[in-house]
Nanobody, 117 residues
Framework: QAQLVESGGGLVKPGGSLRLSCVAS????????MGWYRQAPGKERELVAV???????NYADSLKGRFTIFRNNAKNTVDLQMNSLITEDTAVYYC???????????WGQGTQVTVSS
């Protein structure tokens, strides 16, 4: 079982930046994808960005250029750098780990990001 712990959420003004961090611990396959999803009030959870242990990265099309994902395989961490934030980025951001072979999936508890003036 993997445990995911997120940090770094908070309140930021439009145009500002935030960096979210997630660390995975416990037992899980090293061949995996780690990434971030978000869920705004009244909306479904959506992909933000994901990075595989092999180095592939995928972003939601609407977020390319503003958000950057960083992964450290040795430390089992994945960070999300968010720049030029807008009010529509307000959501709970969840860290996710999906094992490549088993497809077992783990979620963090979520961290709130609020973009407001």
């Amino acid at each position: 079982q993997a445990q995911l712990v997120e940090s770094g959420g908070g309140l930021v003004k439009p145009g500002g930046s935030l960096r979210l961090s997630c660390v995975a611990s416990g037992r899980f396959l090293s061949l995996n994808a780690m990434g971030w999803y978000r869920q705004a009030p009244g909306k479904e959870r959506e992909l933000v960005a994901v990075a595989t242990s092999g180095g592939s990265v995928n972003y939601a099309d609407s977020l390319k250029g503003r958000f950057t994902i960083f992964r450290n395989n040795a430390k089992n961490t994945v960070d999300l750098q968010m720049n030029s934030l807008i009010t529509e980025d307000t959501a709970v951001y969840y860290c996710n780990l999906r094992e490549a072979i088993s497809s077992r999936e783990y979620w963090g508890q979520g961290t709130q990001v609020t973009v407001s003036s």
